[in-house]
């Protein structure tokens, strides 16, 4: 892991978050609310007004110059940072990106004294086993994963 280093990255990045972004929809599709070909169609200056960092940070993991896994939080409530886009190279999975991706996403949340919480496909056991781990509890909240789909999501809150 000592290789893996966590950046927030910002507008003219906007590339290589779009590359991994796209690969996590294709890959996991379950997994997001959003969708493979919504994504694909989004223009570069929309990317780049996703990484503007005004809604929250988005972070890049990255193993030497490669990319490898992508976190992100949205400020969707005041006083609330909600952890999204959570995803790690499958060949990558288990060595502790997402977990140092979280520290870095829910540091950022602390620093600013904001309270945090997330959504976790149903169908993702993985990731909810590493989100309860880090401390992330579940409130009830469910819903469907989008509009139309049969998967679900449970809401998750962390403590403190």
């Known amino acids: ?6 950046e927030t990255v910002g ?16 890959h996991d599709p ?14 570069e200056q929309t990317w780049r007004s996703r990484l503007d960092g005004t809604g929250g940070p988005s972070v890049l993991a990255y193993a030497g110059d490669e990319p490898v896994g992508i976190g992100a939080g949205w400020l969707h409530e005041p006083g609330r940072l909600m952890v ?7 060949d990558r999975r288990g060595q502790g990106i997402g977990r140092r991706v979280l ?3 829910v540091g950022w949340a602390h620093d600013r004294g904001l309270s945090v919480d997330l959504w ?3 169908g993702n056991p993985d990731a909810r086993r590493l989100y309860e ?7 009830g909240g469910t819903a469907p994963i989008r509009e139309g789909a049969d998967a679900t999501m449970s809401h998750l809150v962390l403590p403190g």
Not at 133 to 139: A, C
């Open 1 to 6: 892991m000592a290789d893996v280093r966590t």
């Open 133 to 139: 781990r880090y401390g992330f509890r579940p409130d």
């Open 84 to 90: 999204v886009a959570m995803w790690t190279e499958p």
């Open 120 to 122: 976790v496909a149903d």
């Open 11 to 26: 507008p003219d990045d906007w590339r290589s978050w779009r590359d991994v972004r796209l690969r996590s929809l294709q």
């Open 30 to 43: 379950e997994a997001f609310g959003s969708t493979h070909e919504h994504e694909a169609a989004f223009t």
């Open 103 to 105: 520290d870095h996403v």
